[in-house]
């Protein structure tokens, strides 16, 4: 084995791409905090797909310069992604890492292949969410699964986010035996959100939205996974009870035209304003009353996260790690794919909303006390730990 169990340790995070949303918040500071902790820590990232945004500006300002593998991205395509192992396992055999951890799907195919191939010590996966449901068609869904299978086998250990998706990984989908399931609660930089004073920004006058309007977000990427058509046909039915109501899509994506045109579709081309992609987080959940998730499938939801901290109430689908997050009242939780009861708890929410908006502000500390990076890393450096010390 071309590795020696021995300090300083050496780290590497392979994801897919850093793009806006998703994990990219969490892997890049993770990977400054590992090497504040003593390890040497880097960070591998392929390229960002059109009309995502990128966030290598973050990883600039915490001085981690990614390695780049530009054949990493976003599709899987076993024949392809062959050039892919084949550069990783160079790269792996170079650097000589005691641990690889590997995120998102092509990365966590590619990645864990190379490091087994490399005989990488420790290889670890974490699944941030899963494309088991809601992504493709039946025989897609049971290639895909077939393919984590077998690197679940590759693995020493699969990280799952939440008890919900531990659950689901071990024992519903099977990826690998439960036994060799484990959960790590991830996290993000959420300092400049700890002591935001709501209401509070400028979002309101940008986007030209009155400081009497109640105001409704959904935040995250234009795709169909998080299922904006069905946050339109439930706001439209808010906005029918309620018509001072305004609605803010904030992100960018490929649905962005056919979203356009279904909100003038339903009537209510005039109250939704489709924003773009944002990075001043404060100024959104300082202009927010509610913010709505509707996705058919989830992991632990930025959005979500980002919500809880700063006190905004939340009206999410019940999936994923969602239930977890919201469990004992911490949001309004409702069925996947249903317009009414979303457009129910939303309307519940505006009508009682002092209320709502003391309960949320309870939750504030607790939410930043489980997922700031700090905590994040002190759990994820433990984990190594148990596994470095055997």
């Given at each position: 084995m071309p590795h020696s169990l021995r300090p300083p340790f050496k780290v590497m995070h392979i994801i897919s791409r850093l793009?806006?949303?998703?994990?990219?918040?969490?892997?890049?500071?993770?990977?400054?905090?590992?090497?504040?902790?003593?390890?040497?820590?880097?960070?591998?990232?392929?390229?960002?797909?059109?009309?995502?945004?990128?966030?290598?500006?973050?990883?600039?300002?915490?001085?981690v310069q990614p390695l780049p593998v530009p054949s990493l991205g976003r599709e899987i395509s076993p024949l392809r992604d062959l050039a892919t192992v084949r550069d990783l396992y160079r790269l792996l055999r170079r650097e000589k890492p005691h641990i690889v951890h590997t995120h998102t799907a092509k990365a966590g195919f590619a990645g864990r292949l190379a490091a087994k191939l490399a005989g990488v010590p420790l290889i670890f996966h974490t699944y941030h969410g899963h494309v088991f449901h809601s992504y493709f068609g039946a025989a897609k869904t049971r290639f895909y699964l077939a393919l984590e299978q077998f690197c679940g086998a590759l693995?020493?250990?699969?990280?799952?986010?939440?008890?919900?998706?531990?659950?689901?990984?071990?024992?519903?989908?099977r990826v690998a035996p439960p036994r060799k399931v484990a959960m790590v609660v991830p996290g993000y930089d959420l300092s400049a959100l700890r002591d935001l004073v709501r209401p509070s920004g400028d979002?309101?006058?940008?986007f030209g939205v009155p400081e009497s309007a109640p105001l409704i977000g959904i935040v995250g990427r234009l795709v169909p996974i998080k299922h904006h058509?069905?946050?339109?046909?439930?706001?439209?039915?808010?906005a029918h009870a309620l018509p001072a109501a305004r609605f803010a899509i904030i992100g960018d994506g490929e649905l962005r035209a056919t979203l356009e045109a279904q909100a003038a579709a339903l009537g209510i081309g005039q109250s939704v304003i489709f924003t773009g992609w944002q990075?001043?987080?404060p100024a959104i959940y300082g202009a927010l009353d509610c913010l709505v998730l509707c996705s058919k499938n989830e992991g632990?939801?930025?959005?979500?996260i980002e919500a809880l901290v700063t006190?905004?109430?939340v009206v999410a689908t019940a999936v994923g790690g969602v239930p977890d997050m919201l469990a004992d009242g911490r949001g309004a939780l409702v069925p996947p794919n249903d317009a009414e009861?979303?457009?129910?708890?939303?309307?519940?929410?505006?009508r009682d909303l002092p209320a709502a908006r003391t309960h949320a502000q309870s939750l504030r500390k607790p939410a930043f006390d489980l997922y700031h990076i700090t905590p994040s890393a002190e759990r994820l450096i433990a984990f190594y730990a148990e596994f470095l010390g055997a």
């Open positions: 793009n806006i949303g998703g994990i990219s918040p969490y892997v890049i500071p993770i990977t400054a905090l590992l090497r504040q902790a003593g390890y040497q820590s880097a960070l591998v990232a392929g390229s960002v797909g059109k009309r995502e945004g990128d966030m290598s500006y973050l990883a600039e300002q915490v001085g693995s020493t250990r699969i990280i799952t986010v939440s008890p919900n998706l531990q659950r689901e990984i071990g024992t519903v989908y979002f309101r006058a940008r058509a069905l946050f339109l046909e439930g706001m439209a039915r808010v990075n001043d987080l632990l939801p930025s959005a979500v006190g905004v109430p009861a979303l457009a129910a708890a939303a309307l519940h929410t505006l």
